[in-house]
């Protein structure tokens, strides 16, 4: 069983920076990749940038593409998300999630969520 849990959130003004953590335990459980979801209550859950479980093909949203780095850290089974030159629409509950079979930016292709952490961008 992928176990997946978010840290640092948090709320921070526009144009500052926050780098997101998602420790993952996956047992026996094959995971081919990792991604960044993110949702605004009321609209649809969103893809942010995603990279294999080796830490190779990252990729992104174009609305983050330039701002965000996603990367990770294969002995620590960690993935980050550092986000610089936050706007006021980042402002959304960040979720990792892990997919065992698809290197994709789709979500219903990912099987396992973390619980999320909420990240604030105030003007």
């Known amino acids: 069983q992928v176990h997946l849990v978010e840290t640092g959130g948090g709320l921070v003004q526009v144009g500052g920076s926050l780098r997101l953590s998602c420790a993952a335990s996956i047992g026996t459980s094959r995971v081919s990749a990792m991604g960044w979801f993110r949702q605004v209550p009321g609209k649809e859950r969103e893809f942010v940038a995603r990279i294999t479980w080796s830490g190779a093909l990252p990729y992104y949203a174009d609305s983050v593409e330039g701002r965000f780095t996603v990367s990770r850290d294969y002995f620590e089974n960690t993935m980050y998300l550092q986000m610089d030159n936050l706007r006021p629409e980042d402002t959304a509950t960040y979720y990792c999630?892990?997919?065992?079979?698809?290197?994709?930016?789709?979500?219903?292709?990912?099987?396992?969520w973390g619980q999320g952490t909420q990240v604030t961008v105030s003007s």
């Open positions: 999630a892990a997919s065992k079979a698809r290197i994709t930016d789709r979500d219903y292709d990912y099987e396992y």
